[in-house]
């Protein structure tokens, strides 16, 4: 009976270190394209320390949630920002942060009537920078809350161009999710790279070494999505 018990124990034990957490589904061709790798550091904390490759750096972030009437009106406000060395040559980028969205339910109807929006302010050395990023929520031309809370939007780094699409579907799953389970950036209708959220360690795909700009376009935008608080996985 010890045994059994003890191969039983081992069994379930196996069974648990089986079970691996949804992966997000990316583009056929993306992986063999890109260099995979984590954002180390950036977990579920409010603040703290990350390093990916030869960029370090800190974060802080926030979010609060004001609603009325049983949710009948749901006001989402947040905050976050990064500071990283490694990104520009002697100077260190800064990026602040803001979020906010609206949302009214009516039954089992919801509307928004101020979407989710994401942006961030990017400087060094206390002046701008060439660079921007901004996420939007869509919603149909009635501003109701469609099933995927899809999001898009342009990041810009040192003269590239990406657009920004969130993705919610899982590896192996025909089935979309309504949060994204992350983003892919494309360029010119191509994916470059890609940021999956779904867990305390984000996971990127960053283009080669050798397309540099690219390759900062991507991390900077990365690390943007990576600090965002987003209510919908928040509440």
């Known amino acids: 009976m010890k045994h059994l018990c003890l191969l039983l124990t081992a069994l379930a034990l196996a069974g648990c270190a089986a079970i691996q957490p949804a992966q997000m589904a990316l583009p056929a061709d993306l992986p063999a394209r890109t260099e995979a790798t984590t954002i180390a550091g950036m977990g579920g904390g409010t603040r703290g320390s990350f390093t990916v490759g030869t960029v370090a750096g800190n974060y802080a972030r926030s979010a609060t949630r004001l609603a009325f009437f049983d949710d009948l009106a749901v006001f989402d406000r947040g905050g976050a920002g990064f500071n990283a060395t490694g990104l520009v040559a002697d100077a260190t980028v800064e990026a602040s942060c803001k979020m906010r969205q609206t949302t009214v339910t009516i039954g089992i109807v919801g509307f928004s009537p101020k979407p989710l929006a994401y942006e961030c302010d990017l400087r060094a050395r206390g002046a701008p920078l060439a660079a921007r990023f901004t996420l939007q929520e869509s919603r149909d031309t009635f501003g109701q ?6 999001r ?4 810009e780094w040192d003269g590239v161009a990406l657009t920004i699409r969130s993705v919610h579907t899982v590896q192996g799953s025909p089935l979309p999710l309504q949060a994204p389970m992350g983003y892919v950036f494309e360029q010119d209708g191509r994916a470059v790279g890609a940021i999956e959220l779904n867990g305390l360690t984000p996971r990127l795909w960053l283009p080669p070494v050798g397309d ?13 999505l990576a600090v965002f608080w987003d ?4 509440y």
């Open 212 to 224: 540099a700009k690219t390759r900062q376009t991507v991390l900077v935008g990365a690390l943007a």
């Open 145 to 150: 809350v469609t099933a995927q809370a899809q």
């Open 152 to 155: 898009r939007g342009p990041t």
């Open 231 to 234: 209510p919908a996985q928040l």
